[in-house]
C-alpha cells in the first residue's frame, strides 16, 4: 500500500490504480469525457487535470498511477479554471444545440458545462459542420458533435473486438468513421451499439425514436434473447420500455450487448401483444374471460384423460419461459395430469449434448464460463456461427485473439465473420464431423500428444477407444470430408499441444442424424488431451435460447425430473412423490416430434404450448401442420399472435420477460433473476399463473410465487440446493450450488466428473441420411442470422426487423453461376418434402455445393424442406442436412 | 479498366494482386512495418484501392480500420487514382513567400481543376505539399519526375502543355 494525500486527506492506495481511479473510491468526482474503466486510459479531453500540490504542476488523473508522497488537488482554483478553458475549446468545435439535440440529459458534457459554468459561446466556432451519417436504421452519426475522446474507436476494439471505426485524418478533420466511410453495416460492424451507448456526447444515437426522454426508473433484468444472459437494465418511462443500458456494475458482461439486446426489446409494448383470452369460434377467435376460459380448457382436459388416458395429453414448455415456470410446467403435467409428455424446443437444439455428454460425464453443459475464455491458447469453434448467435460470447473470443494471442481454429463448412481472426479454418462437408473429429484424435493417439496422466486417473474406456480411431487416419477420411490431411493434423496437434484449449460448439454440431455421436465424439477428443477442468479449457455447448439449459434443468423433458434425475428410477419417483403428494408416472413420455406423430395417429388428442411456435420451427411443417389441425384441443399461451396459435382452440395473452418474477439459467449455468418491471397488458398472466389456474380448476393445488416455487426446487433439485433469490442480486451464481453458502461452480470437473471417471465413448461414422444426387443436387444447411431471432415473434416487432426483414438463400457463386441465377434473383426451393421461394443472396460465405437459410421467416418457412429423420437417442431432426433443388423463378 | 486511365503504364492494375503479394511475401516476417507496406504499395499500384486494403488486411492480419486510420492520417497516401503525372506544388515557407498560392491558383485555372483532382483525361492531378528541400529554388513544383523551380504564374502554361506535346516512348 501507498500512502499519499488527495484533498489534502491522508489516503491509502493500492499501487497500479490511477489517480482517477483512487478518487472515485474515495467518492470524490473528477470530471472525464475520455475514461471508461473498461478501456485503456488514453488522457486526450485533458478534463481530468488535478494539480500536484507540491509542484504546482497540472497532469490527467486518468493515466497518472498513485506514487508514494503524492499530494493531490482535485479541485484547487487553478484546476477549475483550467477545466473551463478546456471546455471552452471543446466548445469552439462543438454546436451549442443542446436544446434538440438527442443525447440530452445523458451528454456528460453539457452536465460539465453547466457544472463549470461555461455556456458554450466563449470562443468563436470555427463553425464547420460535417455530413451527417444517417442511413443506418440504428445508428444516427454527426460527428460534428464528436469531441474526439475515442471511446467509440477504443470500445469497438478492446471490447467488441470488431474495429470497425476509426479515426480518420488528422488535425482538425481527426474524425472516427467506418472504414472508406461506409454505413456501419457495410464494415465489420456488428451493430451491438457499445460504441452509442459509450459515446459522452450526442455524435452518436440510437434509432429510432427522437426525444425519448429521461427515464422514470431503471430495472435490473436478463435479455431474453440468446443463451448468454447478457445482465441490462430496462429503461422505464411512462409504463414503457424506452431503452436499454448495460454496464451494470458487477455484471459478467460488463458494457457488452448484442444488436439484439440493444435494439430488439421494444416488442415488449408493441400493439399486437395479446391481451385477453380467445376462444375459436369457427374461423374466428373471439375474446372471453380468465374465468371461462380456463374453466373450459381444464374441462376439456379432465375428459380428455377420462375418455383417452393422460398420455392423450401433451404440454409444450419453453426455453424462453423461467425456471419456475418450466418447473411448474412440468410439475403440472406430471403431477396434475399424470403424464411425462413434456417437452420443449431443447430437443431442436442440445438434446444430443445432453445425451453425449452425460453420457462421458455424468452432467451435460458448459463446462466453463464466459470468463474464462479468454484465458485460452487455443479455441476451436465448430459447428456455431457464434458472432450472430451468441455475439457477446464471440466478442470474449474475438478479444482472446486480438489482445491475448490465442489461437482460433475453426472447422465449419461456411464462412463466418469469425473467420478472419482465425488461424485456420477448415471446411468439411456437412454431416461428416465424427469422420474428422475421429481423424484428429487418431492423429493425437498417433503422434503420442494424448495427456496420458489425465487419461490414467480420470478416465476409463481409452483402449476401446484407440481401437475405434485406428479405422480413421487423416488421409482416409480426407475423402469423406473434403478437409485435406496435413491441414487436419495441424489443426489436432495444435490443440493438443496448447496448454489450456478450449472447444465450443453449437447446432452444427448438433442437429444431425448422428448429432449424439457427434458430442461423444468432441468429449473424447477433449478428455484425450486433458483439456478440462481449468480455465480456458472445457467443452462449451453455446445454448441457443435465454432459458435452454434452466428448462432443461428443470426437466421440462420427457425422460428426467427437475435435475436430469430419470422418471424411470423408483427412487427420484418417490422423492417427487414425497413433495408433490401425487404418483409420477415411471415410463418416459414423448418427444416434440413424437408429439405429432402421435396424434397423426390419434394418440394423443390435446396439447398445451407456452411460448413456443412449432409450425415454423419444427422440422417438416407440413406434418406439423396436420397434426395440430387434428388435435382435439390446442392451447397456446404467447406473448403474440403466432403461425401455431392460428390453429388454437385457445389463445392466452403471456406475460413478456420484462413483466415477471423469475430466474434464466444461461448457457454457462449462471442462474440470473429476472425483475419486473413493467404491468402485463391487458389481463395477460404469467405462464406460471395460468399453471396455477389450470391446475386448481384441475383439482390439485399449485403455488405458483416465484420464490417459493425456488425454494421447493432448490430441495428437489441439488445443483440448485443454494439458489435463493435474496442471493442473485448481484449478478447470479453459476450451478452446481449445493447450499446457500455454496458460491457456486465456474469450471466443472475440476476435480472429478459427477459419474467419476470420465467415459470414452467410441462413435463411428455414419453418412447423412441425405446425399445430393441428380435431382436434389444441392445441400441445404439452416441457421440463424444476428438480426432475426427464433420466429421472429419479438424481433420483427422491434427497431432490429429493420436490418434484415426478409428471408434469403445464400448460394456460391459457382453455383449461381452454373444456374443463371443472380444476386436479388428469386428462386424456387424444393426438396423431397416440399418447396419454398426465396431470394437468392450470392456469397462465398456459401461453399460450392451448400446453400444456407435461416428459419427464421413463416413466409419462406425453410422447415417446409428439412426432414423429420432423428436422431435415434436425442430426437433431434436433422436440420443441418437435406437435399434440394434450386431454381430460378 | 476504363478508358482514360493512361497510368495504366506505370501502375498496375487493381485486379492484379501479384504485386501486392510480393510486398506481402517480402514483409511476411516483419511486424509494425504497416507504412513501409502501404507506401510500396502505393508505388505499385499509383493509389489505395479500396479492394487493394482489403486483401492487405486480410492477408497481413490487420484490421481493415487499422489500415484506413493510418492511410487517412498521413497526406503522403493517396485514396484516389492519380492522372498519368502527380503535380506537387511545394507550400512549404519558402514557397509561400514566394507566390505559391499563385502558383496552385494558375495551374487550376489552366487544368480546370482544384486541388486534389485529377483533369479529366487522367493525365494531372495536383497537390500541395510542404517544404521539398529546394527552397533555393523557391517557388518549385513537382512533375512526375522533374523538377521546376523560380516559377512564375506565367511559365505554367508552357510546363504543362510539355506534357502533351511528347511522344510516349520518351517517358518509358
Same mark, same amino acid.
Given at each position: 500500500?501507498?500512502?499519499?494525500?488527495? +484533498?489534502?486527506?491522508?489516503?491509502?492506495?493500492?499501487?497500479?490504480?490511477?489517480?482517477?481511479?483512487?478518487?472515485?473510491?474515495?467518492?470524490?468526482?473528477?470530471?472525464?469525457?475520455?475514461?471508461?474503466?473498461?478501456?485503456?486510459?488514453? #488522457?486526450?479531453?485533458?478534463?481530468?487535470?488535478?494539480?500536484?500540490?507540491?509542484?504546482?504542476?497540472?497532469?490527467?488523473?486518468?493515466?497518472?498511477?498513485?506514487?508514494? #508522497?503524492?499530494?493531490?488537488?482535485?479541485?484547487?482554483?487553478?484546476?477549475?479554471?483550467?477545466?473551463?478553458?478546456?471546455?471552452?475549446?471543446?466548445?469552439?468545435?462543438?454546436?451549442?444545440?443542446?436544446?434538440?439535440?438527442?443525447?440530452?440529459?445523458?451528454?456528460?458534457?453539457?452536465?460539465?458545462?453547466?457544472?463549470?459554468?461555461?455556456?458554450?459561446?466563449?470562443?468563436?466556432?470555427?463553425?464547420?459542420?460535417?455530413?451527417?451519417?444517417?442511413?443506418?436504421?440504428?445508428?444516427?452519426?454527426?460527428?460534428?458533435?464528436?469531441?474526439?475522446?475515442?471511446?467509440?474507436?477504443?470500445?469497438?476494439?478492446?471490447?467488441?473486438?470488431? %474495429? /470497425?471505426?476509426?479515426?480518420?485524418?488528422?488535425?482538425?478533420?481527426? $474524425?472516427?468513421?467506418?472504414?472508406?466511410? &461506409?454505413?456501419?453495416?457495410?464494415?465489420?460492424?456488428?451493430?451491438?451499439?457499445?460504441?452509442?451507448?459509450?459515446?459522452?456526447?450526442?455524435?452518436?444515437?440510437?434509432?429510432?425514436?427522437?426525444?425519448? #426522454?429521461?427515464?422514470?426508473?431503471?430495472?435490473?433484468?436478463?435479455?431474453?434473447?440468446?443463451?448468454?444472459?447478457?445482465?441490462?437494465?430496462?429503461?422505464?418511462?411512462?409504463?414503457?420500455?424506452?431503452?436499454?443500458?448495460?454496464?451494470?456494475?458487477?455484471?459478467?458482461?460488463?458494457?457488452?450487448?448484442?444488436?439484439?439486446?440493444?435494439?430488439?426489446?421494444?416488442?415488449?409494448?408493441?400493439?399486437?401483444?395479446?391481451?385477453?383470452?380467445?376462444?375459436?369460434?369457427?374461423?374466428?377467435?373471439?375474446?372471453?374471460?380468465?374465468?371461462?376460459?380456463?374453466?373450459?380448457?381444464? %374441462? &376439456?382436459?379432465?375428459?380428455? !384423460?377420462?375418455?383417452?388416458?393422460?398420455?392423450?395429453? %401433451?404440454?409444450?414448455?419453453?426455453?424462453?419461459?423461467?425456471?419456475?415456470?418450466?418447473?411448474?410446467?412440468?410439475? *403440472?403435467?406430471?403431477?396434475?395430469?399424470?403424464?411425462?409428455?413434456?417437452?420443449?424446443?431443447?430437443?431442436?437444439?442440445?438434446?444430443?449434448?445432453?445425451?453425449?455428454?452425460?453420457?462421458?460425464?455424468?452432467?451435460?453443459?458448459?463446462?466453463?464460463?464466459?470468463?474464462?475464455?479468454?484465458?485460452?491458447?487455443?479455441?476451436?469453434?465448430?459447428?456455431?456461427?457464434?458472432?450472430?448467435?451468441?455475439?457477446?460470447? /464471440?466478442?470474449?473470443?474475438?478479444?482472446?485473439?486480438?489482445?491475448?494471442? /490465442?489461437?482460433?481454429?475453426?472447422?465449419?463448412?461456411?464462412?463466418?465473420?469469425?473467420?478472419?481472426?482465425?488461424?485456420?479454418?477448415?471446411?468439411?462437408?456437412?454431416?461428416?464431423?465424427?469422420?474428422?473429429?475421429?481423424?484428429?484424435?487418431?492423429?493425437?493417439?498417433?503422434?503420442?500428444?494424448?495427456?496420458?496422466?489425465?487419461?490414467?486417473?480420470?478416465?476409463?474406456?481409452?483402449?476401446?477407444?484407440?481401437?475405434?480411431?485406428?479405422?480413421?487416419?487423416?488421409?482416409?477420411?480426407?475423402?469423406?470430408?473434403?478437409?485435406?490431411?496435413?491441414?487436419?493434423?495441424?489443426?489436432?496437434?495444435?490443440?493438443?499441444?496448447?496448454?489450456? /484449449?478450449?472447444? *465450443?460448439?453449437?447446432?452444427? !454440431?448438433?442437429?444431425?442424424?448422428?448429432?449424439?455421436?457427434?458430442?461423444?465424439?468432441?468429449?473424447?477428443?477433449?478428455?484425450?488431451?486433458?483439456?478440462?477442468?481449468?480455465?480456458?479449457?472445457?467443452?462449451?455447448?453455446?445454448?441457443?435460447?435465454? +432459458?435452454?439449459?434452466?428448462?432443461?434443468?428443470?426437466?421440462?423433458?420427457?425422460?428426467?425430473?427437475?435435475?436430469?434425475?430419470?422418471?424411470?428410477?423408483?427412487?427420484?419417483?418417490?422423492?417427487?412423490?414425497?413433495?408433490?403428494?401425487?404418483?409420477?408416472?415411471?415410463?418416459?413420455?414423448?418427444?416434440?416430434?413424437?408429439?405429432?406423430?402421435?396424434?397423426?395417429?390419434?394418440?394423443? $388428442?390435446?396439447?398445451?404450448?407456452?411460448?413456443?411456435?412449432?409450425?415454423?420451427?419444427?422440422?417438416?411443417?407440413?406434418?406439423?401442420?396436420?397434426?395440430?389441425?387434428?388435435?382435439?384441443?390446442?392451447?397456446?399461451?404467447?406473448?403474440?399472435?403466432?403461425? @401455431?396459435?392460428?390453429?388454437?382452440?385457445?389463445?392466452?395473452?403471456?406475460?413478456?420477460?420484462?413483466?415477471?418474477?423469475?430466474?434464466?439459467?444461461?448457457?454457462? $449455468?449462471?442462474?440470473?433473476?429476472?425483475?419486473?418491471?413493467?404491468?402485463?397488458?391487458?389481463?395477460?398472466?404469467?405462464?406460471?399463473?395460468?399453471?396455477?389456474?389450470?391446475?386448481?380448476?384441475?383439482?390439485?393445488?399449485?403455488?405458483?410465487?416465484?420464490?417459493?416455487?425456488?425454494?421447493?426446487?432448490?430441495?428437489?433439485?441439488?445443483?440448485? #440446493?443454494?439458489?435463493?433469490?435474496?442471493?442473485?442480486?448481484?449478478?447470479?451464481?453459476?450451478?452446481?450450488?449445493?447450499?446457500?453458502?455454496?458460491?457456486?461452480?465456474?469450471?466443472?470437473?475440476?476435480?472429478?466428473?459427477?459419474?467419476?471417471?470420465?467415459?470414452?465413448?467410441?462413435?463411428?461414422?455414419?453418412?447423412?441420411?441425405?446425399?445430393?444426387?441428380?435431382?436434389?443436387?444441392?445441400?441445404?444447411?439452416?441457421?440463424?442470422?444476428?438480426?432475426?431471432?427464433?420466429?421472429?415473434?419479438?424481433?420483427?416487432?422491434?427497431?432490429?426487423?429493420?436490418?434484415?426483414?426478409?428471408?434469403?438463400?445464400?448460394?456460391?457463386?459457382?453455383?449461381?453461376?452454373?444456374?443463371?441465377?443472380?444476386?436479388?434473383?428469386?428462386?424456387?426451393?424444393?426438396?423431397?418434402?416440399?418447396?419454398?421461394?426465396?431470394?437468392?443472396?450470392?456469397?462465398?460465405?456459401?461453399?460450392?455445393?451448400?446453400?444456407?437459410?435461416? *428459419?427464421? *421467416?413463416?413466409?419462406?418457412?425453410?422447415? $417446409?424442406?428439412?426432414?423429420?429423420?432423428?436422431?435415434?437417442?436425442?430426437?433431434?431432426?436433422?436440420?443441418?442436412?437435406?437435399?434440394?433443388?434450386?431454381?430460378?423463378? | 479498366?476504363?478508358?482514360?486511365?493512361?497510368?495504366?503504364?506505370?501502375?498496375?492494375?487493381?485486379?492484379?494482386?501479384?504485386?501486392?503479394?510480393?510486398?506481402?511475401?517480402?514483409?511476411?516476417?516483419? =511486424?509494425?512495418?504497416?507504412?513501409?507496406?502501404?507506401?510500396?504499395?502505393?508505388?505499385?499500384?499509383?493509389?489505395?484501392?479500396?479492394?487493394?486494403?482489403?486483401?492487405?488486411?486480410?492477408?497481413?492480419?490487420?484490421?481493415?480500420?487499422?489500415?484506413?486510420?493510418?492511410? @487517412?492520417?498521413?497526406?503522403?497516401?493517396?485514396?484516389?487514382?492519380?492522372?498519368?503525372?502527380?503535380?506537387?506544388?511545394?507550400?512549404?515557407?519558402?514557397?509561400?513567400?514566394?507566390?505559391?498560392?499563385?502558383?496552385?491558383?494558375?495551374?487550376?485555372?489552366?487544368?480546370?481543376?482544384?486541388?486534389?483532382?485529377?483533369?479529366?483525361?487522367? =493525365?494531372?492531378?495536383?497537390?500541395?505539399?510542404?517544404?521539398?528541400?529546394?527552397?533555393?529554388?523557391?517557388?518549385?513544383? !513537382?512533375?512526375?519526375?522533374?523538377?521546376?523551380?523560380?516559377?512564375?504564374?506565367?511559365? !505554367?502554361?508552357?510546363?504543362?502543355?510539355?506534357?502533351?506535346?511528347?511522344?510516349?516512348?520518351?517517358?518509358?
Amino acid at each position: 500500500m501507498t500512502s499519499l494525500r488527495i +484533498n489534502g486527506k491522508p489516503v491509502k492506495a493500492k499501487p497500479g490504480i490511477t489517480l482517477l481511479e483512487l478518487a472515485q473510491k474515495q467518492g470524490i468526482e473528477i470530471p472525464t469525457l475520455c475514461h471508461h474503466p473498461a478501456l485503456t486510459p488514453k #488522457g486526450s479531453c485533458r478534463l481530468c487535470l488535478v494539480e500536484d500540490e507540491t509542484t504546482g504542476e497540472l497532469f490527467t488523473s486518468c493515466n497518472t498511477y498513485v506514487t508514494g #508522497g503524492m499530494s493531490i488537488l482535485t479541485d484547487s482554483q487553478r484546476v477549475k479554471q483550467a477545466r473551463k478553458e478546456i471546455l471552452e475549446l471543446i466548445f469552439a468545435q462543438h454546436p451549442v444545440d443542446c436544446t434538440v439535440c438527442d443525447s440530452a440529459n445523458y451528454c456528460k458534457l453539457r452536465r460539465y458545462a453547466a457544472d463549470a459554468g461555461v455556456q458554450g459561446n466563449e470562443l468563436p466556432g470555427r463553425g464547420e459542420f460535417l455530413p451527417v451519417f444517417d442511413n443506418n436504421p440504428l445508428i444516427h452519426r454527426d460527428y460534428s458533435k464528436c469531441i474526439g475522446c475515442g471511446i467509440c474507436v477504443r470500445a469497438c476494439r478492446e471490447i467488441q473486438g470488431a %474495429g /470497425a471505426v476509426e479515426f480518420k485524418g488528422s488535425g482538425w478533420s481527426y $474524425r472516427p468513421t467506418s472504414s472508406f466511410n &461506409k454505413t456501419m453495416d457495410g464494415s465489420s460492424c456488428e451493430l451491438c451499439g457499445l460504441c452509442v451507448s459509450l459515446c459522452p456526447v450526442g455524435a452518436l444515437i440510437e434509432k429510432p425514436p427522437l426525444h425519448r #426522454g429521461v427515464e422514470d426508473k431503471r430495472v435490473r433484468t436478463v435479455c431474453p434473447y440468446c443463451g448468454c444472459g447478457c445482465n441490462l437494465e430496462l429503461r422505464i418511462a411512462g409504463g414503457k420500455v424506452i431503452g436499454v443500458r448495460a454496464d451494470i456494475p458487477g455484471s459478467w458482461n460488463g458494457p457488452s450487448l448484442c444488436a439484439k439486446g440493444r435494439y430488439g426489446l421494444f416488442f415488449v409494448n408493441h400493439p399486437d401483444r395479446l391481451t385477453q383470452p380467445l376462444r375459436r369460434e369457427g374461423e374466428d377467435l373471439t375474446e372471453i374471460s380468465w374465468e371461462e376460459a380456463i374453466k373450459e380448457i381444464a %374441462g &376439456k382436459i379432465k375428459e380428455i !384423460i377420462k375418455e383417452s388416458g393422460p398420455s392423450a395429453v %401433451g404440454i409444450l414448455a419453453s426455453a424462453k419461459t423461467t425456471n419456475e415456470e418450466n418447473y411448474l410446467i412440468q410439475k *403440472f403435467a406430471r403431477a396434475a395430469i399424470g403424464t411425462n409428455n413434456v417437452d420443449h424446443c431443447a430437443r431442436l437444439c442440445h438434446s444430443p449434448t445432453v445425451a453425449g455428454l452425460a453420457g462421458a460425464f455424468g452432467s451435460a453443459a458448459m463446462t466453463n464460463s464466459i470468463g474464462d475464455i479468454e484465458e485460452a491458447e487455443v479455441i476451436l469453434v465448430t459447428g456455431s456461427n457464434t458472432t450472430v448467435n451468441h455475439p457477446v460470447i /464471440a466478442q470474449a473470443i474475438k478479444r482472446a485473439v486480438l489482445h491475448r494471442g /490465442a489461437r482460433l481454429l475453426i472447422i465449419d463448412p461456411r464462412e463466418l465473420p469469425l473467420s478472419r481472426y482465425a488461424t485456420i479454418h477448415l471446411k468439411p462437408r456437412p454431416g461428416t464431423d465424427v469422420a474428422w473429429l475421429n481423424s484428429m484424435a487418431q492423429t493425437i493417439v498417433e503422434e503420442s500428444l494424448h495427456n496420458k496422466k489425465f487419461i490414467q486417473e480420470r478416465t476409463e474406456g481409452f483402449e476401446s477407444l484407440v481401437e475405434t480411431l485406428k479405422k480413421y487416419p487423416p488421409e482416409k477420411t480426407e475423402k469423406i470430408t473434403g478437409i485435406p490431411a496435413e491441414q487436419l493434423r495441424q489443426v489436432a496437434r495444435a490443440y493438443a499441444q496448447a496448454r489450456r /484449449a478450449s472447444i *465450443f460448439y453449437a447446432m452444427g !454440431i448438433t442437429q444431425h442424424i448422428r448429432g449424439t455421436d457427434n458430442v461423444r465424439a468432441i468429449a473424447n477428443l477433449a478428455m484425450l488431451c486433458g483439456h478440462l477442468g481449468k480455465p480456458g479449457t472445457g467443452i462449451n455447448p453455446l445454448r441457443g435460447q435465454n +432459458n435452454v439449459q434452466g428448462a432443461c434443468d428443470m426437466g421440462a423433458l420427457p425422460d428426467f425430473l427437475p435435475g436430469y434425475q430419470r422418471v424411470d428410477s423408483k427412487e427420484a419417483r418417490e422423492k417427487f412423490r414425497a413433495v408433490w403428494g401425487r404418483e409420477v408416472p415411471s415410463e418416459p413420455g414423448l418427444t416434440v416430434g413424437e408429439m405429432m406423430e402421435a396424434t397423426l395417429e390419434g394418440k394423443l $388428442r390435446a396439447l398445451l404450448v407456452f411460448g413456443e411456435n412449432p409450425m415454423v420451427t419444427d422440422a417438416e411443417s407440413s406434418l406439423v401442420e396436420d397434426a395440430l389441425k387434428q388435435l382435439d384441443l390446442l392451447v397456446v399461451q404467447d406473448i403474440f399472435p403466432t403461425e @401455431t396459435s392460428a390453429f388454437a382452440h385457445y389463445v392466452l395473452p403471456g406475460a413478456s420477460f420484462a413483466e415477471k418474477e423469475g430466474t434464466f439459467t444461461s448457457t454457462e $449455468r449462471r442462474v440470473q433473476k429476472l425483475n419486473k418491471a413493467l404491468e402485463p397488458p391487458g389481463t395477460a398472466r404469467t405462464d406460471g399463473e395460468t399453471i396455477a389456474l389450470l391446475s386448481a380448476e384441475m383439482g390439485y393445488h399449485i403455488q405458483h410465487q416465484p420464490a417459493e416455487v425456488m425454494k421447493e426446487i432448490a430441495t428437489l433439485v441439488s445443483t440448485y #440446493g443454494g439458489i435463493d433469490y435474496r442471493r442473485l442480486d448481484k449478478g447470479g451464481i453459476q450451478w452446481p450450488c449445493a447450499n446457500p453458502q455454496h458460491p457456486g461452480t465456474p469450471i466443472l470437473h475440476v476435480e472429478s466428473f459427477p459419474r467419476g471417471k470420465g467415459l470414452f465413448q467410441p462413435v463411428d461414422y455414419q453418412p447423412p441420411v441425405e446425399s445430393p444426387d441428380h435431382k436434389y443436387p444441392l445441400i441445404l444447411s439452416t441457421g440463424r442470422i444476428l438480426y432475426q431471432y427464433h420466429s421472429r415473434t419479438m424481433s420483427k416487432r422491434s427497431p432490429i426487423d429493420r436490418m434484415e426483414p426478409q428471408g434469403f438463400l445464400e448460394i456460391n457463386p459457382t453455383d449461381a453461376e452454373k444456374m443463371g441465377i443472380r444476386d436479388g434473383d428469386a428462386v424456387k426451393v424444393s426438396s423431397r418434402r416440399g418447396k419454398i421461394v426465396s431470394r437468392a443472396r450470392v456469397s462465398a460465405s456459401a461453399p460450392a455445393g451448400v446453400v444456407f437459410m435461416s *428459419f427464421h *421467416f413463416a413466409d419462406e418457412a425453410v422447415n $417446409r424442406l428439412t426432414s423429420s429423420a432423428r436422431d435415434p437417442l436425442a430426437k433431434i431432426p436433422e436440420f443441418k442436412v437435406s437435399a434440394v433443388r434450386v431454381e430460378k423463378i | 479498366m476504363e478508358e482514360g486511365c493512361n497510368h495504366k503504364h506505370r501502375f498496375a492494375s487493381v485486379d492484379d494482386l501479384r504485386p501486392l503479394e510480393e510486398i506481402l511475401k517480402r514483409y511476411e516476417k516483419e =511486424k509494425g512495418a504497416l507504412i513501409p507496406l502501404l507506401q510500396e504499395t502505393q508505388e505499385a499500384y499509383g493509389y489505395l484501392d479500396e479492394k487493394i486494403m482489403r486483401m492487405l488486411a486480410k492477408k497481413a492480419g490487420y484490421q481493415l480500420s487499422q489500415i484506413y486510420g493510418v492511410a @487517412t492520417f498521413y497526406t503522403q497516401f493517396r485514396l484516389q487514382p492519380i492522372g498519368e503525372y502527380l503535380i506537387k506544388v511545394c507550400h512549404g515557407t519558402a514557397c509561400h513567400v514566394a507566390g505559391a498560392d499563385l502558383i496552385t491558383e494558375e495551374v487550376c485555372n489552366q487544368l480546370g481543376i482544384k486541388e486534389k483532382e485529377t483533369t479529366p483525361d487522367g =493525365k494531372f492531378t495536383l497537390e500541395s505539399v510542404m517544404c521539398v528541400g529546394a527552397c533555393s529554388l523557391s517557388p518549385i513544383m !513537382i512533375v512526375g519526375e522533374d523538377t521546376h523551380g523560380k516559377l512564375k504564374p506565367t511559365a !505554367i502554361k508552357k510546363i504543362l502543355k510539355s506534357y502533351y506535346g511528347e511522344p510516349k516512348e520518351e517517358d518509358e
